[in-house]
């Protein structure tokens, strides 16, 4: 399924929707001006708020091709960009050289071309089969070093990739750009300005409720609802890793699978580890604590609907 | 809009061509950049572009348009909110805001700047070796406007400039120490005639130079690097008398290597960094001295190493950070908070090392209740007996395992004293 960029911030909104991503209208203004002026979107947030999901979303929502580059510390050239396929290489040296027939400039055109080079995603990213653009998703930039990161600018500033053998590798069709960063490390400001930045925060709860509808619809009204506001009283609680909407969503899919209903406090204490990563936050909330907020959730709850 | 149009300061109104988006949005970039944002031409032509893509549908599209393109840091988005609203809604409310804070850029302006460099100047020109020694004392002035809290004494320091002497040792001090760096193995290869592993591609390169009857083996090896340093520095009243050597040293170190992050704390934390990487060391501490607030006063440790671990831990303690603390570890706080930050601390480093410069006295025992507290959770605790120059601080620094610096030494002559 093919679609054309949206025309406008409405659109957007429809777009993304329509592959079950709940956006505000803060990222759809900033995903369609993306697209729209060719820039690379830079998003940073915690963990877990969806800022992957974009990029895939957005594949999937207008029939393109997602290449994926997850960074790391040391990534390289070899490995990100192109590598040349050496044991052919070697065997073409040897074939040349039983047949007799070494011409020195010949050969080193023949060993450098493009039959030998393998190609790695950002080099995949260029080519654009059929004049579809691929979305190319470089995810949690913050991993890699510096030096990565230096490279990259020629990528995203040009679109293109100088192999020094070969040639320069000019996008015919520029790809649909997605960096996403944890900011375990600050990103480097002149590769920040040149993409549309944009902090992925918390959902409000309305829209978390809407992101859970969207992506845990098996989960019954009710519970659907205390678990958002309970995952919202948590979030204001003094923790040192706060619950993202991916734990949001993977604690309905667990309550699911127990077959509750309805939040008690046992259930929370027992399934904590789906929302806290951390030691000492799972102390902090079991028992007395988790109980606490759940009756404060339960009766804000309970006058809304008697409201 | 308002009855000045061609008002400088807030939008100018429509003119008969039908909008004046380019102009508003150069006086709306220059207000950003006056306010710390830092906004090139080629920010505001991407702003332009962003406007004009069209479809933008009312006031809320129009604010994060220009928010994606202006801000690039989450810090930063206070700072457009506040200018956003008040230079696109009420131009008037900019006046009033500017008219507020005329007296306070007056007041600021009063004192005569010391220009950076001043006293190398003069040392320079005239020969000081007759002239009496200027007394070594830092200058501390209570800024009453700031000391709205009860439990903190909020002070402006003043740093007596930096000599020729002294800038020659800092430097001398910092050569030392690139004599005993650790550096740590990346995942990058460099190209060596020691390495163990086969470089393909120089390998097929040179190869072919020859026509390719003769493979030479090119080798290539692990390239090394130095890890990040996170430097925590105490800079409380019992610390006083050694901040301006600290600044000094850290000024050098921060200059010297990529990756240094430097914090200075005492009731709360201050990230320096920025302010450190300012060349002319004058200029940077009277930088320093601008954004600290807490000089000389209480120390809460815990209390600060959890903002630090909160707030700052998972952005600067990446790709195996060493820590260097600089703390007498007098914490007048509960022990239990201190006690929960550092393990959290140990376990995010690579490695702390802990240097406790108040321990003068060759009889030092590990009293306190916050150097107990502390103390199991590093890896190395280095108290220095005669901290007076930074050719000591050097050598503190240096990397190597000595047996006296095991923590657990001074736990244990605790424990049994």
Redesign the interface.
């Known amino acids: 399924m093919m679609r054309d960029l949206p025309?406008?911030?409405?659109d957007t909104v429809d777009l993304l929707n329509s592959a079950r991503y709940v956006a505000d209208?803060?990222l759809a203004?900033?995903v369609?001006?993306?697209l729209?002026?060719g820039?690379p979107l830079f998003l940073?947030g915690e963990a877990g708020v969806g800022k992957t999901e974009i990029a895939k979303v957005l594949a999937d929502a207008l029939g393109r091709r997602l290449i994926r580059l997850q960074c790391y510390?040391?990534l390289?050239v070899a490995s990100a960009v192109y590598e040349?396929n050496?044991p052919a290489?070697?065997v073409e040296?040897r074939l040349?050289?039983a047949s007799g027939d070494?011409d020195?400039e010949r050969?080193?055109g023949d060993?450098f071309s493009e039959r030998f080079l393998i190609k790695r995603p950002l080099l995949q990213a260029l080519e654009a089969p059929d004049g579809l653009a691929p979305v190319l998703l470089i995810d949690e930039l913050?991993?890699t070093?510096?030096?990565f990161e230096a490279f990259l600018l020629e990528v995203l500033s040009d679109f293109q990739v100088t192999v020094p053998?070969l040639e320069t590798i000019v996008a015919e069709h520029p790809p649909i750009v997605i960096i996403t960063s944890?900011?375990?490390?600050?990103v480097h400001?002149a590769l920040?300005?040149r993409c549309?930045?944009?902090?992925v925060g918390y959902p409000d709860t309305a829209r978390e409720l809407a992101i859970v509808e969207a992506r845990a619809p098996e989960a019954a009204g009710d519970l659907a609802q205390e678990v958002v506001a309970f995952v919202q009283a948590l979030r204001g609680e003094d923790l040192?890793k706060r619950p993202g909407v991916a734990e949001t969503l993977d604690w309905v899919s667990a309550l699911h699978e127990l077959d509750r209903v309805a939040l008690d406090p046992a259930t929370i204490n027992d399934t904590l580890g789906v929302l806290l990563k951390y030691q000492?936050d799972i102390a902090r909330m079991e028992g007395s604590e988790a109980q606490r907020l759940l009756s404060q959730i339960q009766a804000e709850l309970k006058a809304e609907a008697n409201r | 809009m308002t009855a000045s149009p061609m008002s400088p300061q807030g939008p100018a109104g429509p003119d008969d061509e039908g909008g004046r988006l380019a102009e508003n949005i150069v006086h709306f970039a220059r207000l950003l950049r006056e306010a710390g944002l830092s906004v090139g031409p080629g920010q505001i032509l991407d702003a332009l572009q962003a406007a004009r893509a069209g479809c933008l549908r009312g006031r809320e599209d129009f604010y994060w348009a220009l928010h994606s393109v202006f801000v690039t840091a989450r810090d930063q988005h206070p700072v457009f909110d506040q200018a956003f609203k008040a230079f696109w809604r009420q131009p008037r409310m900019l006046e009033q805001l500017m008219a507020l804070m005329l007296p306070e850029i007056a007041i600021k302006a009063n004192p005569p700047k010391k220009r950076s460099g001043e006293r190398r100047l003069g040392e320079a020109m005239f020969d000081e070796a007759n002239a009496p020694r200027r007394e070594q004392q830092q200058e501390v002035e209570l800024d009453a406007s700031f000391s709205f809290s009860a439990d903190e004494l909020l002070r402006r320091k003043d740093f007596e400039q930096m000599s020729v002497e002294e800038q020659a040792e800092a430097r001398a001090a910092i050569a030392r120490l690139r004599l005993d760096r650790v550096e740590v193995p990346t995942r990058r290869f460099t190209p060596s005639h020691a390495g163990t592993r086969v470089d393909l591609r120089r390998t097929m390169r040179s190869s072919l130079r020859s026509g390719g009857d003769l493979i030479d083996l090119q080798w290539r090896a692990r390239q090394t690097r130095e890890p990040p340093l996170v430097v925590l520095c105490d800079i409380s009243g019992s610390m006083s008398g050694y901040t301006r050597m600290f600044l000094h040293f850290l000024h050098a170190l921060t200059n010297d290597r990529d990756r240094v992050q430097v914090f200075l704390f005492g009731t709360r934390l201050t990230n320096i960094t920025r302010q450190l990487e300012r060349r002319d060391v004058d200029e940077a501490l009277d930088a320093v001295s601008e954004t600290v607030e807490d000089w000389s006063g209480g120390t809460r440790i815990g209390h600060c190493l959890r903002e630090f671990n909160y707030l700052w831990a998972r952005r600067v303690l990446t790709q195996g950070a060493h820590v260097l603390i600089i703390t007498d570890g007098l914490d007048r706080e509960d022990a239990g908070d201190l006690e929960l930050e550092m393990a959290r601390l140990k376990r995010a480093a690579r490695r702390v090392v802990w240097l406790n410069p108040l321990l003068r006295f060759d009889g030092f025992e590990a009293r306190a209740r916050g150097i107990r507290t502390m103390l199991p959770h590093v890896d190395e605790f280095r108290p220095v007996h005669n901290l007076e120059s930074l050719e000591d601080l050097a050598s503190a620094l240096s990397y190597s395992r000595k047996a006296e610096y095991d923590p657990r030494r001074w736990l244990e002559k605790a424990r049994a004293a």
Do not use: P
């Open positions: 025309a406008s911030i409405d209208r803060a203004t900033v369609f001006l993306s729209r002026m820039r940073e510390e040391g390289d040349w050496y290489q070697m040296i040349a050289e070494i020195r050969m080193t060993i913050d991993r070093d510096e030096a053998e944890n900011r375990t490390r600050e400001d920040k300005r549309l930045y944009h902090w040192f000492d």
